[in-house]
């Protein structure tokens, strides 16, 4: 038996035999994170695919997620691309994209630490990079997904771990495709010189280097928009608990990436 929805009050004005007259009609709305449904029209969550009451389809099933097109569905449309990767049946690619998001990090985590004369080479570089940063994604994706998710159920969120996972890990596609159009340029314009202090880049291309680090704080804060909508979104919480459980994996992100030079001693 469905729970009586929200109602509202229309008032309408007529006028019979010069008097006023008013009639109030009530019109009862499902609120917004309920769906009607179309058969019994009971009020079902707004991530159910089937209804509760009848068990009749709600809306489409999504099976499996496309990576190209989820992808590319959270740059054009965040909005419906988390809605679509909470109510998938199997989040494909999570760990996958959390593994991508780990490189661009570790080249990140070279370029603060100027770690270049540590290698013979630039190829030697890329290729740890590689290496460090693919591993390190595979454990932060199981790190900050306990530690994201454990936020926003304190914060009253209702997806599971594996939901979790999903909206996280798309939430960094920005920073993903910086590793194929962004970290090519900065490369082929500094050389091994983007690792190194002397000579700083800075003092090599000035404009150049202020603009590919100006862009990547962009996509950084990007992501961070994305990670905070995707969390409202999927999880049904508010902004600002939204904010706040973001800030928490963020702290715990920063954190791994200012230990990490202890546990690597060529980085030391």
Same mark, same amino acid.
């Given at each position: ?129 590689f ?6 994604g ?10 994201y998710?454990? &936020?926003?159920?304190?914060?009253? &969120? ?17 920073v ?14 500094? &050389? ?27 996509i ?33 992100? &920063? ?7 202890r ?6």
């Amino acid at each position: 038996m469905s729970v009586a929805p929200p109602m509202s009050v229309v008032v309408l004005t007529t006028f019979r035999n010069g008097q006023v007259e008013y009639i109030e009609i009530e019109i009862h709305c499902p609120p917004e994170s309920m769906i009607a449904c179309p058969v019994c029209r009971t009020d079902n969550d707004n991530y159910a695919t089937v209804c509760t009451h009848c068990k009749a389809f709600l809306q489409n099933r999504i099976p499996n997620l496309n990576l190209f097109e989820t992808a590319w569905k959270v740059i054009e449309s965040p909005r419906a691309a988390f809605h679509d990767i909470t109510i998938a049946e199997h989040k494909n690619y999570s760990l996958f994209l959390f593994s991508l998001f780990g490189i661009p990090l570790a080249f990140t985590n070279f370029w603060y630490l100027r770690v270049g004369d540590r290698f013979q080479s630039l190829l030697d570089l890329i290729i740890w990079a590689f290496i460090i940063g693919a591993g390190t994604g595979l454990v932060l994706g199981f790190l900050l997904t306990a530690v994201y998710h454990l &936020g926003a159920r304190l914060m009253g &969120g209702k997806s599971g771990f594996r939901s979790s996972m999903g909206l996280l890990s798309y939430s960094l596609v920005p920073v993903v495709f910086t590793l194929v159009f962004v970290l090519p340029v900065e490369l082929l314009t500094f &050389g091994m010189y983007l690792f190194t202090s002397n000579p700083h880049p800075y003092t090599i291309k000035p404009f150049s280097y202020v603009a590919l680090v100006g862009f990547d704080v962009a996509i950084s804060l990007w992501a961070l928009v994305l990670a905070v909508l995707g969390t409202k979104i999927g999880h049904q919480i508010s902004t600002f608990k939204s904010v706040v459980v973001v800030a928490l994996t963020l702290c715990v992100l &920063g954190g791994v990436f200012f230990l990490s030079p202890r546990a690597l001693p060529m980085l030391r």
